[in-house]
């Protein structure tokens, strides 16, 4: 009797319009009621009342009260399972006997058909499944729970197509709701939604709406709050706006889901059929990537490096605030990335490439890039394979249309050609455009080579030990190897040749690292030896360079390097060779490349070179590498069989082991005795 004179209670509360605190108790109420209702009937009256109740409905309804409502019935449907497997006595302490989780469901379902609208229904369904789920999938036997789910997916696609119930609070819930259930749904469940409209749902809510992203708007409230402090170091304050704002965004009922939202939505990408929503989703997400590039250059922090942090912000600054910036940011390019390896995989395999839209498509995916690349670059998205995979296959696509792949890179080229940019947000997109460049050198003609790649590389070449540069650095020594072993650019390349090297001997080994100089020194030996239009025209031009090589490495440094600027390779040993040792590596490395007719006189040249290195340990990885190269197949078999000739017949190995040429030994029996020996 208790119970139902509660429930009266309830109900006519309900029927009054309440404050949104109001109505947040009586959801708490309904909540306990839930579970102790004995009569169906009474379950399927209190889900209808809360469903239509004034209360709840009568003003604009909140996205929080809409949770609430979800919760209400995740809550009831958990606590329900756990009495129903703890208790063993099925009857209340009144004599009623306790409802089945089945005989519950039915109730609440049954409540859901007295004329609520579809998006309603769409919660309840899912605050049953969510209970479900938190209790481990376990309670409702298996054709209670399919039809429980389908009933959901029917609620849901009602929902979207019914104009009149349309809001942006109810498009929000029923985002928030797919959010919580979808990967709960079978495939064939998933594929059953109604795509097409709730695609365009799920980029509004994610990206444009106020509980999600916003635009990015978030990022250029902050610079307002940046302020110098104390040591002429910029704090922004936790208790600042723009930090007030940056934790409502990264706490708010999207944001904080952000994962679950992009996954879905990329679902949702592989499934619609009309390319012109697929494009106009692709635009959207440009116009958000760009608006988040256009805030953070007005932002003061972009104006400090990464490098530089520590240096001009404040202790408070780097402990608090900056890291949550960046992990909302962080967010921002996963859920992007995440939508775009599903718009890329229906690229890559022809679904959406109409001869005309697949370099548009390819061009404005790399666009989307770039504008995100200030977050990217601080992360080593190297590592992530998803973004790998969305840039190379960008890349691949656009790299069949070389007109287009010209046109990109010059709307995207450095604004002030031949020089470094002061701004770190500009250095980073040279960083871009580099990395870029060199993967579409093949397809672009010399000019275009010429006027792009090799004048954007150029400044960058030669920087001493600056470590705010050390990726453009690196990306644009890649470039211009690019550029010289495409087999378009034969003039561009032997015109480039000599001050390439002339710079490669420069900075080696100050900036470039040893690992890095033997790779350009290998590529250009191999760049400039037959079959190489280049070595047609300039058939001395590897030897040159050998015979460079080997006259710095009598006058080099005998002192190990130590730790280079750039990075290793992980277990790469090459801290602890010299200059000397290193030299004669790159041109251990180059034997491989010459032609048979001067490879003779280099092999010489080696063995008698790595006696020159008189540290013992240097030397010995100096022959190990030699013998590696001519017996683990780096060598083509005319060349192989060459090399062994050579060792065993010609005295090769006997130079390089003793360091003695045989032709200078005198022919003498085993254990006789020289005219020079005094005994």
């Known amino acids: 009797m208790a119970t139902e004179n509660s429930l009266a209670t309830l109900l006519r509360a309900l029927q009054s319009p309440a404050s949104e605190q109001d109505a947040s108790r009586l959801l708490d109420s309904a909540t306990n009621l839930l579970v102790l209702l004995s009569n169906p009937s009474n379950v399927a009256l209190l889900t209808a009342h809360i469903l239509s109740a004034p209360a709840i409905w009568g003003t604009s309804a909140s996205l929080q009260i ?52 579809w998006s309603r229904t769409v919660l309840v369904f899912t605050g049953l499944l969510q209970g479900i789920k938190n209790h481990g999938g376990h309670g409702l036997n298996a054709r209670q729970g399919t039809k429980l789910k389908a009933a959901l997916v029917k609620a849901i696609n009602l929902s979207l197509r019914s104009e009149t119930q349309r809001s942006p609070v109810i498009d929000l ?34 990206f444009s709406s106020c509980e999600g992203l916003h635009q990015g708007y978030f990022l ?88 530089e942090e520590t240096m001009f912000l404040a202790d408070e600054t780097l402990r608090i605030p900056l890291p949550l910036l960046w992990r909302v940011l962080r967010s921002c390019l996963y859920a992007i990335i995440v939508i775009l390896t599903s718009y890329t995989d229906r690229l890559l395999h022809n679904d959406l490439r109409v001869q005309d839209d697949a370099p548009s498509s390819a061009i404005t995916i790399l666009k989307i890039l770039r504008n995100l690349y200030f977050i990217s670059s601080r992360l080593r998205t190297a590592t992530i394979s998803q973004y790998t995979f969305v840039y190379l296959v960008a890349v691949d696509v656009l790299s069949y249309y070389p007109i287009c792949s010209e046109a990109f890179l010059r709307e995207i080229q450095p604004t002030d050609y031949g020089v470094i940019p002061q701004h770190p947000l500009d250095r980073c997109l040279d ?3 580099l990395n870029t460049a060199e993967q579409l050198a093949l397809v672009l003609d010399t000019k275009a080579a010429s006027d792009l790649l090799v004048v954007a590389a150029s400044p960058y070449l030669g920087i001493d030990g600056d470590q705010r540069l050390l990726e453009a650095f690196e990306a644009a020594h890649s470039v211009m190897l690019a550029v010289i072993a495409a087999p378009q650019n034969v003039d561009l390349a032997i015109s480039q040749f000599e001050s390439y090297t002339e710079v490669l001997f420069r900075v080696f080994p100050r900036t470039l690292s040893p690992r890095q100089f033997r790779v350009a020194i290998k590529q250009l030996v191999r760049i400039a030896s037959p079959p190489s239009l280049i070595s047609e025209q ?57 032609q048979l007719d001067v490879l003779e006189d280099w092999l010489w040249n080696v063995a008698k070179s790595i006696h020159l290195v008189r540290d013992l340990a240097m030397r010995h990885a100096c022959k190990q590498r030699f013998w590696e190269v001519l017996s683990n197949g780096e060598m083509d078999f005319g060349r192989a069989a060459y090399c062994a000739t050579w060792w065993s017949t010609r005295g090769g190995g006997q130079m390089m082991l003793y360091g003695k040429d045989i032709d200078n030994f005198e022919p003498l029996m085993s254990g006789a005795l020289k005219e020079s020996c005094k005994l």
């Open 66 to 117: 809409l949770a609430r409502v979800i919760s209400v019935f995740s809550s009831s449907s958990g606590r329900l399972l756990r009495s129903e497997q703890t208790s063993r006595f099925p009857y209340h302490s009144d004599g009623q006997r306790n409802l089945s989780t089945d005989e519950w469901t039915a109730a609440v379902a049954k409540g859901t058909a007295e004329g609520s609208p």
């Open 173 to 206: 819930s029923i985002v928030v709701a797919l959010s919580q259930i979808f990967d709960l749904l079978d495939v064939q469940e998933k594929m059953v939604l109604d795509h097409e409209s709730l695609l365009p749902m799920l980029v509004w809510a994610v």
């Open 220 to 307: 250029g409230t902050i610079d307002a709050d940046i302020i110098e402090g104390a040591g002429k170091k910029f704090d922004w304050s936790t208790k600042s706006h723009s930090y007030l704002q940056l934790q409502f965004t990264a706490t708010g009922p999207l944001v904080a889901v952000l994962g679950r939202l992009s996954r879905l939505t990329a679902f949702s990408v592989g499934q619609v059929k009309d390319v012109v929503l697929l494009a106009r989703t692709l635009q959207t997400l440009t116009e958000f990537s760009r608006s988040l590039s256009i805030q953070w250059r007005q932002n003061k922090l972009s104006e400090i490096d990464m490098s």
């Open 431 to 433: 960083l871009y455009f």
């Open 538 to 594: 300039r058939p001395f031009l590897a030897s040159a360079l050998l015979e460079i090589l080997r006259l710095r490495l009598q006058t080099a440094s005998t002192q190990p390097i130590g730790s280079s600027i750039t990075s290793e390779e992980p277990g790469d040993n090459a801290d602890s060779m010299s200059e000397q040792a290193v030299l004669l590596l790159a041109l251990i490395d180059s034997l491989p490349f010459l």
